[in-house]
């Protein structure tokens, strides 16, 4: 069939023309988001406890004591400037005269009474330092705002030291760091009346069954025996001195362990409410 050519000119031309792009455009591939950046994980503020009486036993050895936080009860010295015994007979009775919740005996004496070492109970020092003997070759010790730190001697110096608000000078140093101290004595068995600390603000007072200085370190640097790790600890006067009180208004309380052949003591250690 023979086409007319003005329609084949209308067709050729269409052929030639170029396509229109269509007015429905595609969408553009959608961007993701950018991630969030994880939120660095927030340290967790340590709850405070309540001051807890407890009794654990480990490798044979006894411990019982009171744990407590240092942001809500504090530590206080108690001297008796007359000598052991001349005002309180026991931890008990020297704890109620201060309000407290436990006690424990304090540092060594002589056989005068004198106190063995540098004491400040309250601000007041009494004692000559301890240079020389292991019986003072550590300190537990608290500032006017109430901080507390277990060193050994040295450190703070006599002078810092002689600025404490409380301190007791006592020793041998049991656990430093983490670890058991060495050299300690391994043969003699004795009662223990120690103080440790975690290194922030957990502390435990109490005593052991009889036992070597070599063993209750060993026993205090690898087990939990407050329930929580013991990075220092100081032994303070044992034997027939050695004691603990602890108040009926203390969970696992009341607690009274004092042989009836104990000694009277130059001073207690005793556990009060911060303020």
């Known amino acids: 069939m023979r086409i007319p050519f003005a329609a084949w000119s209308l067709m050729a031309m269409a ?7 269509s007015s ?5 591939p959608a961007i993701p988001a950018p991630r969030q950046a994880a939120a660095a994980p927030q340290a ?5 406890l309540p001051p807890k009486a407890m009794r654990v036993e480990r490798s044979g050895i ?14 206080r010295v108690l001297d008796q400037a007359g000598g052991p015994g001349s005002q309180f007979a026991d931890a008990a009775s020297a704890a109620r005269s201060m309000a407290g919740l436990a006690a424990v005996n304090g540092g060594f004496f002589t056989p005068e009474g004198e106190p063995l070492g540098r004491v400040i109970a309250g601000g007041n020092a009494v004692g000559t330092w301890n240079s020389a003997s292991s019986l003072g070759s550590g300190l537990w010790h608290a500032d006017a705002a109430g901080r507390s730190a277990i060193r050994r001697r040295g ?3 006599r002078a810092d030291a002689g600025a404490m608000r409380e301190l007791l000078q006592a020793g041998p140093l049991l656990v430093e760091n983490g670890r058991a101290v060495g050299g300690l004595d391994a043969v003699k068995t004795s009662a223990r009346t ?3 600390w975690d290194g922030g603000n957990r502390w435990w007072i109490g005593r052991s069954s009889p036992a070597s200085l070599a063993q209750v370190a060993e026993v205090l640097a690898d087990g939990e025996i407050p329930g929580w790790r013991v990075r220092h600890a100081l032994n303070l006067d044992g ?3 050695s004691e603990l009180w602890v108040s009926p208004e203390v969970s696992g309380g009341p607690k009274m362990i004092r042989p009836v052949w104990n000694r009277p003591v130059r001073n ?8």
């Open 194 to 196: 120690m103080i440790l």
């Open 44 to 48: 967790v503020a340590q709850a405070i």
């Open 24 to 28: 429905q455009r595609p969408a553009p």
């Open 268 to 275: 207690f250690l005793v556990l009060v409410e911060a303020g």
């Open 155 to 157: 450190n703070p110096d």
């Open 62 to 75: 006894v411990f019982e004591g009171v744990s407590f936080d240092n942001r809500s009860h504090r530590l």
């Open 15 to 21: 052929a030639c023309a170029p396509l229109r792009e």
């Open 239 to 241: 034997g027939r001195s």
